[in-house]
Nanobody, 117 residues
Framework: QVQLVESGGGLVQAGGSLRLTCAAS????????MGWFRQAPGKERAFVAS????????YNTNSVKGRFTISRDNAKNTVSLQMSSLKPEDTARYYC??????????WGQGTQVTVSS
């Protein structure tokens, strides 16, 4: 069982930055692929970015590439999402997830990001 706790959300003006962090409670964090997802009101949850155990990164290129950066620290059992040049359409609840295989089996409770125009 893996517990994930997100932090770092908040209210920011358009053009601003936020850094989200997800802390994982597992001794084998290094073996999990980690992902960030977001869900805006009235919309389905959407993939944002992921990073494998070896550091291979994938972004949702349509919406965040060039503005968001995912990283992980296996020594601290954390994965982060640095968000810059934020837009009002980035407003959503952001979730951290862990995959041991092909599907994301573990999810955090999420952290709210609100971008004002």
């Amino acid at each position: 069982q893996v517990q994930l706790v997100e932090s770092g959300g908040g209210l920011v003006q358009a053009g601003g930055s936020l850094r989200l962090t997800c802390a994982a409670s597992t001794r084998t964090f290094f073996k999990y692929q980690m992902g960030w997802f977001r869900q805006a009101p009235g919309k389905e949850r959407a993939f944002v970015a992921s990073i494998t155990w070896s550091g291979a990164i994938t972004y949702n290129t349509n919406s965040v590439k060039g503005r968001f950066t995912i990283s992980r620290d296996n020594a601290k059992n954390t994965v982060s999402l640095q968000m810059s040049s934020l837009k009002p359409e980035d407003t959503a609840r952001y979730y951290c997830a862990a995959a041991d295989g092909t599907s994301y089996d573990y999810w955090g409770q999420g952290t709210q990001v609100t971008v004002s125009s």
